[in-house]
C-alpha cells in the first residue's frame, strides 16, 4: 500500500462524488475516513476494501 495515498486520504478526503475510489489506501484509513465523514454530516457511509484500495460510499 502507498503511505502517501493513505494520509492524503486521512487529512483531506475529497467529498465530491461517491462512490470515491481510493487506489493504493490501506484498509487501516478506513476508520478515520468514516470519522471525518460522518463529522461532515454525511450518514449511510460505507468503506469496501478491494484488491487494489478503498472504495467509499456515503449519502449527504
Avoid: D, E
Amino acid at each position: 500500500m502507498n503511505c502517501k495515498a493513505t494520509w492524503y486520504a486521512i487529512r483531506s478526503i475529497p467529498v465530491g462524488t461517491f462512490p470515491l475510489i481510493l487506489p493504493g489506501v490501506h484498509p487501516v484509513a478506513a476508520f478515520f475516513i468514516l470519522r471525518q465523514l460522518k463529522r461532515l454530516g454525511y450518514s449511510n457511509c460505507k468503506v469496501t476494501r478491494t484488491g487494489k484500495g478503498l472504495v467509499v460510499h456515503a449519502h449527504r
